[in-house]
């Protein structure tokens, strides 16, 4: 085979010429800097904290039931998760409904408020028989609002749900979890034994917590935390993506190695990368809406272009995940969800082109447990500049991967910290709806790797261990080299 770093540059370079001056970063997540923990976590060089601005968001004060709002731009969904971490009302929405919010204004009684906070969709504020708010959202009648509005208190934590799982591998009693106050389970992970409950509020999560803590060292729980969605890509004129010279083949035993994508729903692909993906797994009902291509659309034609520049033909497919559904964002649970669904199911290599600076035991011990089973899971280092862990890049079972630019240097937006493991370039361009639509960031580089890992190791059967290595040794950080 032929030098595997000019496999991949060249049909790069051809994606990437003439765009670098108009597109920008595709962050996979929010930049929230929190403290790094270390156990079972890629070592970071240590980084100064930015100083304190303020943030966007929607805030209610209690005693005077007034409200603020400073919104650039945000979906309806995204501010009325910010709502309910506010407030504690249930909120519900019309499942399909879309509307941006643009809003900024101090001390407004709610009546005044909403109006602006629902982008112009119709509102019903009641109170139900347990005596909390509950608003409906909708474009037609208030019983259309069948989608209930999880709490983001803005900085990724969904505050009224917990994980709860057992360290020492027994599983935790359900029975106790569910007497616990205002608790609900609403998931069960098999691989894991963990649990997904949901509380009437982020105080009874708490309270939860600090109850299960006291009463037993082997239970640990957390709070379910968000994956925002990426930016959009951004629509060029005069860029057109090359050719696609890579054949779908079938191995004579029928058996195929299979790359777990998990992402949002992709879009049907032209017919030469459809060839390469199996029917998506919804895991969240749903679709996001818009004109240009899903995340998981340029993620999925990404992968392609790596299993092209890896091979001529192949016999690797890819199996998307859908764990994003109609909304802005997933979450640690539905991820490690969609990990435990692609391993059970054969997949041996795991794509995450996503994450966020905040740690999860929870999707840690998911991913320690595929790993473990051989399974080679490659994450996207971040977007933030920065050497700040990224996770689930930073753990050490996964494959981090930062993005280089046509230089071979690291991109300006690309992390760089001592837990990435190999960079590759982090530009593609995708062709849908009539358009062109260029996507940066390390998710691509992510994405790319996956596709290379499975040209390299197309016999299912053939261990994923020196596939690893190849890939670190062959797409090097080069050290010292900056934006």
Known sequence: MKDMRALLQIPIALLVAGCLLVVRADPTSPKVATPPTTHGVKATRPTAESPATERPGVRWDAASDRYEASIPGWTVQRVLSR???QTGWRIWIEEGVQAQVRARFRRLPAREALPRLVGGLNYSLTTGTDGRRELKVFATQARSSTREIPADAGDGTIG??????STSGTPPDRARLARLKGASIVGTNLLTGAYRLRFGSETEAEEARKALAAESGDLEAENNQRFEAPEAPVAVDGVAAPPL???????PDGTRRM????DSAPQPLAPEFQAFLLPTVDLVPG?????GPSHGTSMAEAMVRGLGAGASETSTRIQPYNVYGAGESASTWDVAAGIARAAQEGATIINLSLGSPQDSPHLRAVIRQVTDQGALVVAAAGNNGSTESFFPAAYDEALAVTAVGRSGQLTPYANRGTFVD???PGSTVVETGGRTWV??????SAAYASGLAGALAQNPQAPLGPVRSRLIESFPVQPGKGP
Do not use: F, H, K, P
Not at 246 to 251: G, M
Not at 259 to 262: D, E, Q, T, V
Not at 439 to 444: A, E, L, P
């Open 83 to 85: 709502l309910r971490a």
């Open 160 to 165: 009224d749900e917990l994980i709860v799982r």
């Open 245 to 251: 010279r890579l054949s779908a083949t079938v191995r």
């Open 259 to 262: 790359i777990a994508l998990i």
């Open 287 to 291: 679709a996001g809406s818009g004109t």
């Open 422 to 424: 190999l960079a590759v």
């Open 439 to 444: 996507v940066q960031g390390t998710s691509v």
